[in-house]
């Protein structure tokens, strides 16, 4: 079953290449490092609005870095203090995740950050990464990811530090860590997030695939909790909160904390090792080559 | 799926209330401390009845502390007792659990244990919960739970100690460790003993919103191993008790505590501190607080 | 449900007695330890035939070993540097592992290597058991179990170190841990094996109760991963291999031993102690006795 959604699944590589030059209706709704670099030129817009209601102790963190709200440095950096805003006012009970960005939740990591970059930037990139995993999936606050797009790698990674998470049931659209489809590693705290979502089983063949998952198939092994119809996955999470908000704040807390304390104190202990270990994988070049190739391949088909 | 159940679910504080002023022939079965408290007074009869059956090797434990067998020090030291006794006893290897108590197989902890008492006699209580659980989790007898009720809480943990869990397939009756819902938290040895039953990912859904869960919820998610109809829950145990006595004693038992001692060794290590945590929780002046209003707002509802 | 499994299974030691009178054909494909003693003169034979197709960097190791190729050891220091072979030799990719006997993929661990065999000699088998596991579970291949009979207990393990298995359809067949049937007990690394695949309660009831499932039981906990119509158990496996040598080598093999080095290292590091305690198990009057009656016991019925 999973496998058959890595078979089918057309967000790899070749896939990924074919759908930009076939442009069918059909496919799902991959990215692009191309044209992330081509429209990152925008810098002086927010990557990140808040709608903050007091009255019900809610935010909304609207996505809104052009084209798929990749994770780049400025991207990250920017998320991390607007939750970090959020955690440390103490009416702020509730954070719901969505995007302003049409067919796409979060993609991958940006590929422009890992490509040609000195070691030192790429280690402070991968911080970044750690930083906004770390804020989230240890975050007080009710946590709901409104997944109205696809959801690969990265974007995947952010939904999984949610207490709950509801996708668009569009069929053209995906989730799941696919890294190894690209030729690089889920690093061990991706996996161990993935294992407390899904288990170890699904994680192993998810994770060795790269396998991307259409909605109900996400659903099927636990990626997502619930689906709904497109226009109804930021008013089913703001309902949803509602429901999560009427449970003691300070036992749900504790309670969050008892079941996460330990996957997060693995990567608090071990990382700066585990940046070391990021920048010497992806500096080398047999990657940066592939990342080089991948990025040619892309101009290429759409020059 | 998970949180629909605790959407729908009426045992939380403000659903509890509203069940004792509606009496609706409809609603779950909850449990009322202020009745625990009326009706401890009986205290010359025994809270448990056992039954050895020496031709079969089988006992059955029938709790009947009124009116909802709630775990009171009283009944967890009577319990423990007999619990040692069957144990040390070699032609005993198979031990059914159930209630006399209608609608009800054991409720949550004693709520009366908690509130304004000495925190030596809360760590006295907390001791005596920690024990049942010790006994149970490692007992060398098989161990089902033919749960003829509802079973929240202490209730629910009592049924995870267990080999096999049969319930009643009715859906007034529920079932789940739901004590983030009144405020308190669930400690890390029942977190442990869910999650080896459910896995990580349901756990941490169930113990975040401290879900109930109907028979056919429960046995959707593997809290429970079968549903059968209200009247059959007993035979059903005895009948499913022969077919794991088939099974060699000595082989089976090294398996359980090959599946159980990292569990169990893990509470051995920490006992003392988690009685202390117990303590130092439940006699904060916030705790005892709440625990007084819910007290108060239940007689007044019944006033 | 998994329970029902194990009541219905016709492979504990009772079970598979009646099978060898009743020759039902219906009852499930079960092995028989004295069959394997009466024809294990053949030993100029291969046990194990490997073709190794270059042009797709795909090898199929067919287990030849008469009657239902059991794990004896000889058997399993053909097996193991077969795969080590393979191993080495950078341009195989890719193993799929198959039966060319009939109704069976592989039986039990062979139990006339347990039986009235000196200390050493029992040492020497369960090393060589443990070499089969640690070299299979931790293959930098892809590798595919393709199980076209039935598989209890060391064929079961088998099956469970592979990437992905695929099983024959066919409901006389059946794949399980039942070595608490027998009297003996799953070491703690085909648990962990099992608990991987499984999760930890499905384990657990599987390893108490010895459960053998139907290939439609073991589809729905996860044992096995997909099901096909017998005569395609291995073209689909050839099929599913292209798949998986679609994905980058490198990456695949990272990301498969970050899922498996935990539960490596931990056999790895108790090797000696493991083996220890296996020797003094077996050797037991007891469990020698047992072993004794079970041969007994089979050679009268066949008598």
Redesign the interface.
């Known amino acids: ?3 058959r959604a ?2 089918r699944s057309k967000c ?1 590589l070749p896939g990924l290449l074919s759908q930009l030059s076939s442009h069918s209706s059909h496919a799902r709704v991959c990215v692009s490092p191309v044209l992330v670099a081509q429209q990152r030129n925008n810098s002086t817009t927010p990557k990140v609005k808040v709608e903050f209601d007091q009255s019900t102790g809610v935010a909304v963190m609207h996505m809104q870095s052009p084209p798929v709200n990749s994770l780049s440095l400025d991207f990250l950096t920017e998320f991390c203090i607007n939750v970090e805003k959020l955690e440390m006012d103490k009416t702020c009970r509730g954070l719901i995740i969505t995007s302003s960005q049409p067919k796409v939740f979060s993609a991958r990591l940006d590929i422009m950050e890992m490509y040609g970059k000195s070691p030192e930037r790429c280690g402070e990139f991968w911080r970044a990464v750690q930083e906004m995993w770390l804020k989230l999936y240890s975050s007080d606050m009710v946590t709901i990811a409104a997944i109205n797009g696809s959801s690969p790698a990265g974007g995947c990674l952010m939904s999984l530090t949610c ?2 998470r509801i996708m668009a049931d569009n069929p053209r659209y995906s989730i799941g860590l696919n ?8 690093p ?1 705290w991706f ?1 161990d997030t993935m ?7 699904t ?3 998810a ?4 396998l991307l998952y259409s909605p109900s198939e996400a659903l099927k092994v ?1 990626l997502v ?2 689906l709904v119809p497109e226009d109804e996955v930021l008013t089913t999470a703001t309902k ?1 909160m509602t ?2 908000l ?3 704040d ?3 807390q ?3 904390s ?3 304390k330990p996957t997060i104190d693995k990567l608090t202990s071990k990382r700066e090792a585990d940046i070391q270990n990021f920048v010497s994988f992806i500096t080398k070049d047999s990657i940066q080559k592939s990342l080089r190739m991948y990025l040619e391949m892309l101009k290429k088909r759409r020059g």
């Open positions: 079953m999973a496998l890595a078979l790899g207490d709950y890294e190894t489809q690209l030729g690089i590693v889920a061990f996996k294992v407390n979502t899904v288990g170890h089983r994680t192993e063949l994770l060795e695939l790269g636990g909790d619930l949803t429901k999560w009427a449970i003691p300070h036992a749900r504790i309670t969050k008892m079941m996460r």
